[in-house]
T-cell receptor
Framework: AQSVSQHNHHVILSEAASLELGCNYS??????LFWYVQYPGQHLQLLLK??????LVKGIKGFEAEFIKSKFSFNLRKPSVQWSDTAEYFC????????????FGTGTRLTVIP | GAGVSQSPRYKVAKRGQDVALRCDPI?????LFWYQQALGQGPEFLTY????????KSGLPSDRFFAERPEGSVSTLKIQRTQQEDSAVYLC??????????FGDGTRLSIL
């Protein structure tokens, strides 16, 4: 069965600190990979996605993620966080064939202290 | 609007009542998904439509849950004889075929 693991449940950083959120997935076939962000009181928004090609993907607001196939990982990074990055971050996968739905991790709550 | 619209935003019901949750997808999006998000968890898949056809309902937790999309646009998720464990946020998402999914604000359902 497919599963997505986000090991950091709550991360607290000061502004300008660097961020890395871990995401590992378990699936027997090839997948598309996503990071979604949910700001307080708002809906889930797509931060970035990986379908194929360059495993280093750049998204909105200075975020990037690197797909490492051998480690089944898709970690999210940002060199310098801002207070406005305070939000919940969800990693998700869906298989390239078959089921079209997303499988989500449990989410990581990021709190950035000004 | 340009995004996925869900109504109501909040719904409180007594245990045993039936509820209906509505989703208006982005115009032109053929794929529509329903997810359930419990407190402190990530969204979990319930069901998927391609146009009016319900292609996957493997995530529906019981036969009390029913979803429809009769004209391939608006969708309704119905929960009959609600129970306390049905309390959650219900998310709707839409996409172009297998493209990235766009989510609505969700309906927060509380069963008393």
């Amino acid at each position: 069965a497919q599963s997505v693991s986000q090991h950091n449940h709550h991360v607290i950083l000061s502004e300008a600190a660097s961020l890395e959120l871990g995401c590992n997935y378990s699936y027997g076939g090839t997948v598309n990979l996503f990071w979604y962000v949910q700001y307080p009181g708002q809906h889930l928004q797509l931060l970035l996605k990986y379908f194929s090609g360059d495993p280093l993907v750049k998204g909105i607001k200075g975020f990037e993620a690197e797909f490492i196939k051998s480690k089944f990982s898709f970690n999210l990074r940002k060199p310098s966080v801002q207070w406005s990055d305070t939000a919940e971050y969800f990693c998700a996968v869906n298989p390239k064939t078959g089921a079209n739905n997303l499988f989500f991790g449990t989410g990581t709550r990021l709190t950035v202290i000004p | 609007g340009a995004g996925v619209s869900q109504s109501p935003r909040y719904k409180v019901a007594k245990r045993g009542q039936d509820v209906a949750l509505r989703c208006d997808p982005i115009s032109g999006h053929v794929s529509l998904f329903w997810y359930q998000q419990a407190l402190g968890q990530g969204p979990e898949f319930l069901t998927y439509f391609q146009n009016e056809a319900q292609l996957d309902k493997s995530g529906l937790p019981s036969d009390r849950f029913f979803a429809e999309r009769p004209e391939g646009s608006v969708s309704t998720l119905k929960i009959q004889r609600t129970q306390q464990e049905d309390s959650a946020v219900y998310l709707c998402a839409s996409s172009l075929a297998r493209g990235p999914q766009h989510f609505g604000d969700g309906t927060r359902l509380s069963i008393l």
